[in-house]
Structures are given as C-alpha cells and as structure tokens.
C-alpha cells in the first residue's frame, strides 16, 4: 500500500522560503519509472502542478513557478523535499505530494495535503 | 500553459447520469491520450478516478466512464448517487516539460 504525508509549518511570513517534506511509504524512488510530483491548491480554488522528480533524479516544474521552485529527494529516508522561495500571500494553499509512474502520467495516490498560509 | 476548461458546475437527480466537460488545446487534451480525472470531496485529498482518457483505477465503480474528441474530454457519471457529489478535475499531460495541466474543477451538485 503506497502512502504519502506532507509536512511543513503552516505560517510563513511574506520574502521567506518555504520548504516542505513528502515522507512516502509503500515504493522506492529508486524504481525506475516512479516519481513524487508537488500540487497545491489555495482555498476555494483548483488544482494547480508545482513540480515532480523522477527516480533518475529528473526534475520537473511548472513554467510559471520554476525559478522560485527546486525539488529534490533522499532515497535513503523515502522523502522528498520542495522548496518554494519569496512566499506571498497568493501562495496560500493547502499542497500536496502524490506518486507518479512515467507512461501512466496521473497522480495516484495523493498525501492529505497540508495547509500553507502566508502572512506577516 | 492555461488551465483546461471545465464548467464551474453542473447538477442531477439521483439515478440520472451527467457528463462534464474538459476543454483543452491542441498542445495538451488534443495532443495525448492521456487525460485523468479526479474527484475531491471537502476537507478531502483528490482521488483519481479516470487515466489514460476511459481506464478506471481498480476500486472505482463502472459508473463513471471518460472519453475525449479532439481537444474536449469528458466524465460522465451514470446512475448518480448522492456520494457522488464532490469536486471534479480534469488534467492532461502536455508535453516534457510543462508535464501536466489541471482544469478549473466542476462542482457536481445531487439535488
């Protein structure tokens, strides 16, 4: 059975770095094909991708958002780390990390996700 | 790399069946044969219901079913139930480096 759990602080001040963890059990990111991927969602409003890394430690991010994103992972703790940097209040969100397999190209299963706020 | 468009709602009857709609482009839904669909109920963590535009994860029941013309695919839920009644989104891959794109959800009301 393959389960996911983010986790972070819940407030950060406007100009800081967020980093969050996915602590994930049930596969290995050494499996070839597998991946963790980063999706977030602020209240009341959609989904939206943040970025993914692939067992061969391929990196992925969201056009928009990848100057400000770099994910990364240790295998030896079944953890993925991402870090968001100069935090506004837009980014206010509840993010979550899920399991990806290259080819199958979909979420499944996803973390309970866990809400960010950003406020001074 | 817009969102894909979905209507923000739609509503039935139990036992009535509804399809949602999920429009893309031709860099994403009318490019690859691999749009997903996830439901989401309050409070909770999305749950993929539909891959690869019609396949359905084991454990999701047969009444839901997904196609896709050119740069629109669809969810229809048959035989609504009022468990049903959640968030839905839809998300396609759209290439190597934008990888995925997620719609703007649909609100599915049982009346």
Redesign the interface.
Known sequence: QITLKESGPTLVKPTQTLTLTCTFSGFSLTTSAVGVGW?RQPPG?????LA?IYWDDDK?Y???LKSRLTITKDTSKNQVVLTMTNMDPVDTATY?CAHWVLG??????????TLVTVSS | ?S?LTQPASVSGSPGQSITISCTGTSSDVGS?N?V?W?QQHPGK????MI??VSKR?SGVSNRFSGSKSGNTASLTISGLQAEDEADY?C?S?AG??????????TKLTVL
Do not use: H
């Not at chain 1, 199958?104 to 996700?113: E, I, R």
């Not at chain 2, 963590?45 to 993929?48: E, I, M, R, S, V």
């Open positions: 999706i409003k959609a989904l939206e991708w993914l992925r969201s056009p928009s979550y199958a190209t979909n979420f499944d299963p996803w973390g309970q996700g | 790399q969102a690859y691999l997903s996830y963590a999305p749950k993929l891959y690869e994860p989104y998300c891959y190597i480096s934008a990888l995925v794109v997620f719609g703007g959800g």
